[in-house]
């Protein structure tokens, strides 16, 4: 099955800084790959995703980028403001029936004044 | 108008009882989750259903029985509670199923076994 690793585990930054997070996959099918940030006492919430035909996307302050013969993607955040402080996920996924998303193991980012 | 909702959202039990966590969503989607977090922040899916038809059943002790009554609802029951299930549990839905990788996750109900 599919296995996300995600670095690094906890993230500090000053405030306007930017902030990048990574993750490796191992199913080289998998062709979806979502990010989503986790608030305190709050379920996941999806924030930008990326396929597997399209090297990098950008949304305002955030961006994702792609690397299929790695099988790395990571996640950019520019000019972080505290309410960016969250635990992101990524994850992916090989779409199709009885598919399973797979998530990485979470980093706790903290967005200081 | 909440998309995912889930009840209750706290729940405080000791070993040995069993206890139902209700989800229900309102985006029209076929496809309902169970997911588990524990205590490390580690999201595990436990079971998907499509269209009240079980999908995936991850290797979840049977103590644990999904049930959906309609394409809108999936409960968890479980049985006989182990200090072990103390975890967060996230229901979601989506629009596509597996098809894509776009969950709407209720805001977790937080189990406690004592």
């Known amino acids: 099955g599919e296995n996300v690793e995600q670095h690094p585990s906890t993230l500090s930054v000053q405030e306007g800084d930017s902030a990048v997070i990574k993750c490796t996959y191992s199913?080289?099918?998998?062709?979806?790959f979502p990010w989503y940030k986790q608030e305190l006492g709050k379920g996941p919430q999806l924030i930008i995703d990326?396929?597997?035909?399209?090297g990098e996307k950008k949304d305002q302050r955030i961006a994702v980028t792609l690397n299929k013969t790695a099988k790395h993607f990571s996640l950019h955040i520019t000019e972080t403001q505290p309410e960016d402080s969250a635990v992101y996920f990524c994850?992916?996924?090989?779409?199709?029936?009885?598919?399973?998303?797979?998530f990485g193991t979470g980093t706790r980012l903290q967005v200081t004044l | 108008d909440t998309a995912v909702s889930q009840t209750p959202k706290y729940l405080v039990t000791q070993m040995g009882n069993d206890k139902s966590i209700k989800c229900e969503q309102n985006l029209g989607h076929d496809t309902m989750y169970w997911y588990k977090q524990d205590s490390k922040k580690f999201l595990k899916i436990m079971f998907s259903?499509?269209?009240?038809?079980?999908?995936i059943n991850e290797t979840v002790p049977n103590r644990f029985s999904p049930k959906s009554p309609d394409k809108a609802h999936l409960n968890l029951h479980i049985n006989s509670l182990e200090l072990g299930d103390s975890a967060v549990y996230f229901c979601a839905s989506s629009p596509l199923g597996s098809y894509t990788g776009e969950l709407f996750f209720g805001e977790g109900s937080r189990l406690t076994v004592l």
């Open positions: 259903y499509n269209n009240k038809e079980l999908i």
């Open positions: 990326i396929r597997s035909n399209v």
């Open positions: 199913d080289s099918a998998s062709n979806y």
């Open positions: 994850a992916a996924i090989r779409t199709g029936t009885a598919s399973k998303l797979t």
